[in-house]
């Protein structure tokens, strides 16, 4: 009993790294369904979540970073995409140092951009963007292809996609998303199959 309160704290206090309250209700509802038709394994996704969390925490212990930026981190397959806002050079590259040495992190992929943080208003855009971009990935008509294996983040209009896929698979996903409003660019984080 004592064990699963600890869960429960642990997981409500993850929800404030998600980026919207858009993305939390897509997201939450594939995550069932990605277990199923995951290609990682049950033991990597949970590595990929500890990861996370693990940069995340490390963040909390660095307040000047935080003072000066808005970061966040997203593990597929121990391979760690950044992103977010920074003042300047040296808080992405600090924050680009803690996550590469965070353990189990083989790689990490830095699009931490240099400038002002988003606003509540792009980052309003960016949960609409992701959303339905995810929608929009039910549409892909690739035999075998499962939309849940998509991991798709947005900033400033940037949307970024990880998952393990064939390049068949990439292309159609990228295809979709590239021509939703608002999408200013497409950046492709995935491992090929």
Not at 22 to 42: I, K, Q
Not at 88 to 94: C, D, L, V
Request: charged share 20%; proline share 3%.
């Amino acid at each position: 009993m004592k064990r699963a309160m600890i869960l429960i704290v642990l997981a409500s206090l993850s929800l404030g790294l998600l980026q919207g309250c858009a993305t939390a209700v897509v997201g939450g509802a594939a995550t069932g369904a990605s277990v199923v038709h995951d290609r990682r394994s049950a033991g990597t996704m949970l590595d990929d979540k500890t990861i996370t969390i693990k940069i995340m925490n490390e963040l909390l212990n660095h307040p000047d970073l935080r003072e000066h930026s808005s970061l966040s981190a997203s593990s597929f397959n121990h391979l760690v995409l950044l992103t977010g806002q920074a003042e300047n050079a040296a808080y992405r590259n600090q924050f680009e140092q803690i996550a590469a040495s965070t353990p189990m992190v083989k790689r990490t992929v830095n699009e931490v951009q240099i400038g002002p943080n988003a606003t509540f208003a792009e980052q309003s855009k960016d949960s609409w963007i992701t959303s339905k971009a995810k929608i929009e990935l039910f549409e892909v008509k690739i035999p075998g292809f499962d939309p849940t294996r998509v991991k798709v983040i947005t900033e400033k209009g940037v949307v970024y996609l990880m998952g393990m896929v064939t390049p068949e698979e990439a292309t159609a996903v990228v295809e979709k998303v590239r021509y939703l409003s608002g999408v200013k660019k497409v950046v492709r984080v995935f491992e090929y199959l």
